[in-house]
């Protein structure tokens, strides 16, 4: 008997970006199986509902009674009279073979459908439902130029590949989140085709000496999200981060800089040079950079250093001059004051800008910067539009997209 009453305990506790969302899992028999039960617990936590489909393979290696008690979803490993792969898969929101072996690619690339999984494959591609491979096997077979061929070919159907991470000789699971965020990917809407985005995101780094400098404590998750979702729904994107420690969103073509000046100069650059619709400032680089850098190291029996700070320009206040028909978002960040004053030092900083929307928020200590969820108030040139949060950075990146989406529409 399916366990909901604990799994509705969990659905949405991350985000609601797959709420209302019927997933598949299809499980082929790759030892990496182990690692799905996780898998469909981050995507019921995004609030997705899992349903799970398994081979006779898979069965060997995974017991179907812990993919019930994953997805608390009955789990099937045949098909009845009445045809699960029609009334499930083919009207599912998205099917993901999870892992997917060389057997299993091969299958689906070639129409072969005499297993549950790919008859659900062929049910769902056939209904125009996303569709999303995740590979797993020995590098070996990963490299076979017949499997290479199988996936392009895949790729050429529409079906989204999640690519693995070849090491140690095998071609291993993708990390977990970035399964789930291929998924979200794959449902995204496709409302920002043709428009070319420019985000910035992360800390710099202001060298004191060769070893220490100044920061701010910005993770790059919003900057990534941003970057993420843009992509997802079809944009083409260009991302300039500073140092961060997260993996790059796939198909974004990125600048790495290290501090405020280089940032500024390699954003400047780019604006003076093409054209973007959209440019997102989430970054948050020091507003300061070090007037002179100390040679080597600096010792540490000195009992006093003078360091002296310059102030940097500011990408949010010079974009526009350069770049006049980008549509600009940028964010402003206070700690410790009341909403109302909050309100106005971003809207006086938006006029300095001459920003389109505005994105205000207060930070601190498990507040705005490194955390997953964030906060924020979003104004227009004349006030605010909307309040966002607390709630997941994508979700927040979706929602603000969706309002740039519709500005544009209406000619804003």
Known sequence: MPFREDIELIRGSRSNLLRGRNIVLALSGGVSIY??????????????????????????????????WATGSAVYTELSGYAEHV?????????????????TIGKLASGIADTPITL????????????????????????????RANIDRLRGFGVRVVEPIVEEGKAKLAPLDEVVDSVIDALAPRDMVGISVLVTSGPTHEHIDA??????????????YFAREALARGASVTLVEGPVSIRDPPGAEVYRVTSVLEMYDVVIKLVSKRRYDLAILTAAPLDFYVKSKFEGKLSSDLD????????????????????????????????????DELIRR???????????????????????????????????????????????????????????????????
């Open 304 to 339: 006093r250093v003078v360091i002296e700070l310059i102030q940097a320009p500011k990408i949010a206040r010079d974009l526009k001059t350069y770049s006049p028909g980008t549509f600009l978002i940028a964010y402003k960040a206070e700690v410790g004051v009341s909403e």
């Open 35 to 68: 690692r799905v039960p996780d898998v469909a617990r981050e995507l019921i936590r995004h609030g997705a509902h899992v349903i799970t489909f398994m081979s006779r393979e898979a069965r060997k290696l995974l017991s179907p009674r812990i993919m019930e």
């Open 346 to 412: 971003t809207l006086r900083r938006a006029s300095e800008g001459n920003w389109d929307l505005a994105l205000a928020h207060t930070v601190g200590p498990g507040k705005g910067f490194g955390t997953e969820k964030d906060e924020v108030i979003v104004l227009g040139r004349n006030g605010v539009l909307r309040r966002l949060g607390p709630m997941h950075k994508r979700e927040l990146a979706r929602e603000v997209l969706g309002m740039y989406v519709e500005l544009v529409k209406n000619k804003w």
């Open 87 to 103: 009334n499930i898969c083919a009207n599912a929101d998205a099917v993901v073979f999870i892992p997917a072996t060389a057997n």
């Open 120 to 147: 659900c494959g062929m049910a769902a591609m056939g209904a125009g439902r996303p569709v999303v491979i995740v590979p797993a096997m020995n590098e070996s077979m990963w490299r076979n130029p017949i499997v």
């Open 211 to 224: 070893t220490k400098y100044i920061t701010t404590p910005s993770s790059g998750l919003t900057g990534y």
